[in-house]
């Protein structure tokens, strides 16, 4: 037999071996920008921001693309790319007002609020999976006698919580366009007016298909992506349901700017971002962007649902 | 969600607490809003996403009874698990975990670990995790269908430290790793070597549509011991409070290094799942003799109220159910079949399958109860050192105990 076997590494020299490695990574490794600057520029920085519960998470959706987009600002004066999340509509108001977040992406109904409450400009519409826009439907068990939404009279409806726009503010629309009076109340309230629907709060998708299912609810109202989510609505239930009523498309979600934002600036990450779906890295940035598939250029439909959406939330009385 | 006044206080309050109205290293334009959420532990986190700190935890409490065959067990209650994990983000790309276990008042340390995000979809860790094998391995102990991994499990090496590179895309992962000594670890199951060693594992979901999943996985895992050390492969019956184990190689010597493979699959069909693995491990001596051993399980589950199982492709692995249909919780029934061959030429580790029928009753999302009753046949080893308990007859051709157990958890 010719040849020796290699003999086994001694623990110290796989501790060494080990020990070389980590330096190696960190010598390889890209340092991570300097964040920590005594004093920054503000001129020279991007910032991204969002409406957000979860920050840990969301960062890691958002520094991708405001990195994309910084990497080709060159000449404009931006070099670093952060991020500022808001916990509310109220306090993202206020960043766009005091110059603190430069670019926002949210959906349409807050994004009417940032445009009149704080100037920002909406300069962008997103397409998320092929996607550009939503409709609102609402559903009832199969065998049912609701077929319209004034069958709701004196009847209650689940949606999902006080802030979701598309789940509570347009079926609140909806029904105030079919001239009945909705109001808060809980899944077994039975002291409804025959023109009054109750609005019940299921906090979550797949509890309004359960409820409806379950005749917990007469009816339920949610996006038509979430019928189409199995998770949110189950095949066993949404077998027994049918959708008696959609509301017109509304467009899913935009960015925005805020109004003190340099019109160069304004332009170069506007071009940045619609040519982004072309590029390997873009799309690798747009993708953990929330799974967004391009940016489109607003046109005349989403200058129709901004008005749409403007009308609602005054017809709803929706403040903050 | 909304944040309401009260947790806006709550957060100003821990923000005070924690001394650190202005975060160092946050953006120093103005202030780092500090948010406090629940749901899924405990979490402190910036608005910048440059901090967060999160706080978890589990407790299970076992009684396992034993109908004896031919070996005598132990029928009894323990703590099986209870630890406290705690995990964040510093400085926006850097990450760690560290997780201590306090059951039978011993403290251990589960995953310890710093991390750096290298960009979207890639990460180095550095510190004591687990290897990158086996789809059981990788699925938390808080989500298994049964209450013990497989027999083959014993195959997987224990948690390590060493230094790792992690990949993922939407429906992929990789993981490769170098490993040196054996760390601190809180099971004791595995085999007991030093040496160093390197693992590789890749996943691939070809589908994952809503309730509809595929996973494929593949690893493999090279180690080469100590000088010193004798690696031994044993394992329990698939019940953690007996110390007694039918199938065990015994220390052996002089092994030069050993390679180790498995592959994996499962599927998700609405409340249906299947799920199974082959390991397989093959231990060289200098005298270049080998050592081969092998196992496998499969099994089946079914949800009675409709949900299904989590599978996440980005992570390789399964997770939680989060959202139970009813009022009064999810019923999931499971069987499982599995087996590991410790009978070499050589070495007489003895043989084990096992049949296991399992009924799970999930509470709400983050309570549940398990039953499990099993069908242990092995062909038993006898070693020297006492692997099975004083009394037991020597030359022991069979044992076919039944294993009946019982567990309550919780995990915040």
Known sequence: MSGSFAPSLTSRAATALLAGLVVLSLAIAPPAPSQAREAVDRAKVLVIGKVSDNPRKHYRRLKPMVDYAVARMTGLGVEEGRVLMARDNAQMIRFLRDGRVDWVTETLFSAVRFVDQADAQIVLRKRKKGLREYRNVFVAQRDSDIHTLRDLGGRVVAVEDPGSTSAYFLPRYLLQQADLRPRQVTPGEADLGTDEVGLAFARGEINIAMWVHEGKTAAGAFSNVDWNTPDHTPPAVRANLRIFHRSPPIARAVELVRPGLPPAVRDRLVAVLLQAHEHPDGRRALYAYQRTERFDPPDEALARNITEVREMLRAVGATD | ?412
């Open chain 2, 1 to 412: 969600m909304r944040i309401t006044a009260t947790s806006r206080l709550v957060g100003a309050a821990a923000a005070g607490l924690l001394g650190m109205p202005t975060l160092a290293g946050a953006a120093d334009y103005g202030n780092a809003d500090v948010l406090v959420r629940t749901g899924d532990g405990l979490e402190v986190a910036t608005m910048d996403g440059a901090f967060g700190l999160r706080l978890n935890g589990r407790l299970m409490f076992d009684t396992v009874y034993f109908q004896d065959d031919a070996v005598d067990f132990h029928s009894g209650t323990e703590i099986r698990r209870a630890r406290l994990d705690v995990s964040g983000t510093v400085h926006f790309d850097w990450d760690y975990e560290l997780e201590v276990g306090f059951a039978n008042d011993e403290v251990g340390i589960a995953d310890a670990w710093i991390g750096y995000r290298l960009d979207s979809i890639s990460r180095l860790r550095i510190g004591q995790f687990k290897a990158p094998m086996s789809l059981e391995e990788q699925t938390s102990s808080l989500h298994l269908t049964f209450m013990e991994r497989a027999l083959p499990n014993a195959l997987v090496p224990d948690r390590r430290i060493g230094l790792g590179w992690l990949a993922n895309g939407p429906d992929w992962t990789l993981a490769a790793a170098v490993f040196g000594d054996e760390g601190d670890t809180e099971d004791d199951d595995d085999e007991d070597d030093e040496g160093w060693g390197g693992g590789l594992r890749g996943t691939f979901a070809p589908f994952t549509q809503g309730r509809r999943a595929a996973h494929l996985g593949a690893s493999v895992y090279y180690r080469s011991p100590g000088q010193e050390e004798s690696p031994r492969i044993r394992a329990r019956p698939e019940t953690h409070i007996t110390d007694t184990r039918l199938v065990d190689t015994g220390d052996m010597e002089d092994i030069n290094h050993a390679w180790r493979g498995g592959v994996e699959a499962a599927g998700v069909l609405g409340p249906w799942s299947v799920q199974g693995e082959f390991l397989a491990a093959r231990f060289e001596t200098r005298d270049r003799d080998f050592r081969r051993f092998h196992g496998g399980y499969a099994y089946v589950s079914y949800f009675l109220t409709g949900e299904s199982r989590d599978y996440q492709p980005d992570e390789g692995a399964f997770g939680r159910i989060d959202s139970i249909l009813h009022d009064y919780g999810a019923w999931e029934l499971a069987l499982r079949w599995s087996r590991l061959d410790l009978q070499d030429e050589d070495i007489g580790g003895g043989r084990q399958t096992n049949w296991t029928a399992g009924v799970n009753w999930y509470a709400n999302r983050n309570t549940r109860f398990m039953f499990n009753y099993i069908r242990v046949k092995a062909d038993p080893v006898t070693l020297e050192d006492g692997n099975l308990p004083d009394g037991t007859p020597e030359d022991l051709g069979k044992d076919e105990p039944h294993v009946w157990q019982l567990r309550a958890q919780l995990d915040f």
